[in-house]
């Protein structure tokens, strides 16, 4: 037995917003990666380091699947999203959708599906499945990750069923769209403004501007955060640059959402905001390229480098978003 949904699988650079894409496009709604990311406020940031991890994360983003629940209530979306710990549960759910023509999204840990070629617990990815057989799941992944791809029932389960650092049981959801959804461009300025004060106005130290700045003077100090500067501070770097971030830790997505915005509304605040996040962008790869650099040769000079940039980025990042926050509808 088969059942393939007829999918629009881009060629596309983060998994959440991957997932939402083809859920969306099913529903007649065609929106571009940087939008869908822009209008779920996905942009964030994050400095996590404690006694249980291995080596600090940077991360550039909001929780996994807050995006999606952002988006869906900027655009009057029904998300349906169901969990359990029954693994015959969770599958029948999936089901559900799939037999009669829906694709699904599913939260899972990438480290056991058979084409994820990083190999490494992650809980918080998303994609969005469009069909199966007998054998095999079929699949919409990140462009990296290789498109529409496919892996055995047992890696699915296995991968629904981890449990760790921001896995959910089994999550899967659905998005249905109204007879007349709000229009995308009337929400860009909610989805901004929420952004920017989040980012502004951060709870602790380690989130927004903040982190960036904390992030600045801790990297100073990773040599002696490790006995393996070879490994930890070029993967640190892959994280910023490639692990599903549409590179310089989700900044070059913000970047194009905030020119793809500038076409539709004719304000001041949000081309500062734009010509501010495109120099972050820029300055983002320089970091990684110099925390890369400095784990390969092991000169602490250029984490002060990196250090330096990260102050920069820091205000910058700050200035933009003060100008975004002053947008009005």
């Known amino acids: 037995m088969t059942t393939v949904i007829d999918i629009d699988a881009r060629g596309t650079q983060?998994?959440?917003?991957?997932?939402?894409?083809?859920?969306?496009?099913?529903?007649?709604?065609d929106l571009s990666e940087p939008m869908l990311f822009g209008l779920g406020s996905g942009l964030s940031f994050i400095y996590w380091d404690n006694k249980n991890m291995g080596f600090p994360f940077l991360g550039g983003r909001v929780k996994p699947f807050d995006l999606t629940r952002n988006l869906a209530d900027?655009?009057?979306l029904e998300l349906l999203v169901q969990e359990?710990?029954?693994?015959r549960k969770a599958w029948d759910n999936v089901l559900a959708s799939v037999d009669v023509g829906h694709p699904v999204g599913l939260q899972l840990d990438?480290?056991?599906?058979?084409?994820?070629?990083?190999?490494?617990?992650?809980g918080g990815h998303v994609l969005a499945m469009y069909g199966y057989d007998d054998h095999k799941a079929y699949l919409v992944d990140t462009d990296q990750q290789g498109g529409a791809v496919s892996t055995s029932l047992t890696s699915l389960a296995q991968a629904r069923a981890a449990r760790g650092p921001m896995t959910a049981k089994h999550r899967s959801f659905t998005l249905t769209a109204p007879r007349n959804p709000p229009s995308p461009q009337g929400q860009i300025i909610p989805a901004i403004t929420a952004?920017?004060?989040?980012?502004?106005?951060?709870?602790?130290a380690n989130l927004g501007h903040r982190g960036i700045e904390k992030a600045g003077k801790l990297v100073r100090t990773w040599f002696q955060r490790t006995d393996a500067p070879q490994r930890d501070l070029p993967q640190a770097a892959l994280l910023m640059e490639k692990a599903g971030t549409g590179g310089a830790l989700f900044r070059n997505l913000y970047r194009d959402f905030l020119a793809e915005c500038t076409d539709?509304?004719?304000?001041s605040h949000?081309?500062?905001?734009?010509t501010?996040?495109?120099?972050?962008?820029?300055?983002?790869?320089?970091?990684?390229?110099l925390i890369k650099k400095a784990g390969e040769s092991g000169q602490t000079q250029l984490l002060l480098q990196a250090s330096t940039i990260l102050g920069d980025l820091s205000r910058i990042e700050r200035e933009a978003m003060q100008a975004l926050s002053c947008l009005e509808a």
């Open 84 to 87: 359990t710990t029954s693994p």
């Open 270 to 274: 949000l081309r500062t905001g734009h």
């Open 195 to 204: 952004c920017a004060d989040a980012f502004l106005h951060p709870p602790i």
């Open 276 to 289: 501010l996040y495109t120099e972050a962008a820029t300055l983002w790869t320089e970091a990684a390229a």
């Open 74 to 76: 900027r655009l009057t």
């Open 110 to 122: 990438s480290y056991y599906l058979d084409y994820f070629g990083s190999k490494v617990h992650f």
């Open 264 to 267: 539709l509304l004719d304000s």
């Open 14 to 29: 983060h998994c959440e917003t991957t997932a939402l894409g083809v859920l969306l496009r099913h529903q007649g709604l």
